[in-house]
């Protein structure tokens, strides 16, 4: 089975998703390509691994080498949150960035044992560095609430410069008698609008082009 067939068909049902457009592949921690999962927990059926439903995710790059080592860093991230601010020296600012490289490339390996190692290591330094972890997280959840409502977008109505007479509001319509211009019609059968609304709005419609562009 060459490189197309591993990465475009399922390995349960065989489905080419070159012939199925709605048909989503998702990728599990594994690395590998899954459409159909029938159960909570179920093996990996190509390399037989238990994966969780709730491991599934959507692929993001064409590699999926690639897309899974970028999540995997992702993962590992969250909990090695420390800055070159934090350290005293340089060396060990570096020792601590190859520690987070070293894990990701366990992580990312198809070696069970080194997949168990980095597992623990980094288990471990979650333990120890819990409310640091928390910190971070929050930290970086109120940064990003905080960037949320700078850029919320305000509507704010564009100015119109009107050449001609100002339009008639809605009530000036009906004591203007504007309404008889328009045919009466049963409320009921309007959807509860009275005459006065088309009116306004044939007028609307006749003053738009006095309007600037």
Known sequence: ?????????????????????????????CGHKLQHFTQLTMPCLVCKRLVKRTELARQTFQDLGVD???????????????SESAFASLDEY??????????????????????REATERLNKYKQAHTAEIEAAANAAASAQAQRYRQARFVYQAPPRNNNGPRIPTLSEVTSLQYTQLVQEKDVSKAAGFSTAYPA???LCEAFSSLYDA
């Open 1 to 29: 089975m060459d490189e197309r067939d591993v990465n475009d068909f399922c390995p349960f049902c065989k489905t080419d998703v070159y012939f199925l457009q709605n048909a989503e592949m998702l990728v599990t921690p």
């Open 68 to 82: 899974r080592e970028v999540k995997i860093r992702r993962n590992v991230m969250k909990v090695f949150t420390k």
């Open 94 to 115: 570096n020792n601590y960035l190859e520690e987070i490289e070293d894990i990701v490339f366990n992580l990312a390996s198809n070696d069970d044992n080194d997949v």
């Open 200 to 202: 306004r709005r044939a």
